[in-house]
T-cell receptor, first 111, second 113 residues
Framework: GESVGLHLPTLSVQEGDNSIINCAYS??????FIWYKQESGKGPQFIID?????DKRQGQRVTVLLNKTVKHLSLQIAATQPGDSAVYFC??????????FGTGTSLTVIP | DAGITQSPRHKVTETGTPVTLRCHQT?????MYWYRQDPGHGLRLIHYSYGVKDTDKGEVSDGYSVSRSKTEDFLLTLESATSSQTSVYFCAIRSDREGETQYFGPGTRLLVL
């Protein structure tokens, strides 16, 4: 089978530092990717997306980088805050109506 | 929150009983989805709907059925609940204005004893 969203399971960062969360995908046909944030007991929250015709997209304090050559996606969070503590996971769309989701990386921000 | 509510938010039931979960949206989105979330797995698609009375199976549809009799409601039914269906269930909509982006409801935590 194909792997989606290989993640390091946990990441701890100091408040104010930058965070980088990585995601690998294996389907070269995937053309659209989303990063979600999920806090404990809540539904996934959309953070940022990127299409395969781009290699970088910036939002407010977040940047997504896409490297299609090595099938790698990353989420960078600038000046990480305690409120950023959550599980982050990527989702890929291989065309059509189905997304495939990674298992996520748990980010802990140390005050 | 994309105007999505789920009910109930928590449910405990016994093996063999039928269970129906409801997803309600207020923005008339055409596409709606049901996912389950389990430890060690990413969200997995159970069923989705692309319009009233139009539904299709996802990756893990066995043991589940769905119905969509009106745009705003998408029901997920476990005909005879099993312990393997203990999970957190999320409904999602696909925004008609934003392409494929999916937005999620708050989830229903189901425990099957």
């Amino acid at each position: 089978g194909e792997s989606v969203g290989l993640h390091l399971p946990t990441l701890s960062v100091q408040e104010g530092d930058n965070s980088i969360i990585n995601c690998a995908y294996s389907n070269s046909a995937s053309d659209y990717f989303i990063w979600y944030k999920q806090e404990s007991g809540k539904g996934p929250q959309f953070i940022i997306d990127i299409r395969s015709n781009m290699d970088k997209r910036q939002g407010q304090r977040v940047t997504v980088l896409l490297n299609k050559t090595v099938k790698h996606l990353s989420l960078q969070i600038a000046a990480t805050q305690p409120g950023d503590s959550a599980v982050y996971f990527c989702a890929e769309n291989r065309g059509g109506n189905q997304f495939y989701f990674g298992t996520g990386t748990s980010l802990t921000v140390i005050p | 929150d994309a105007g999505i509510t789920q009910s109930p938010r928590h449910k405990v039931t016994e093996t063999g009983t039928p269970v129906t979960l409801r997803c309600h949206q207020t923005e008339n989105h055409r596409y709606m989805y049901w996912y389950r979330q389990d430890p060690g797995h990413g969200l997995r698609l159970i069923h989705y709907s692309y319009g009233v009375k139009d539904t299709d199976k996802g990756e893990v549809s066995d043991g589940y059925s769905v119905s969509r009799s009106k745009t705003e409601d998408f029901l997920l039914t476990l005909e005879s609940a099993t312990s393997s269906q203990t999970s957190v269930y999320f409904c999602a909509i696909r925004s008609d204005r934003e392409g494929e982006t999916q937005y999620f409801g708050p989830g229903t935590r189901l425990l099957v004893l």
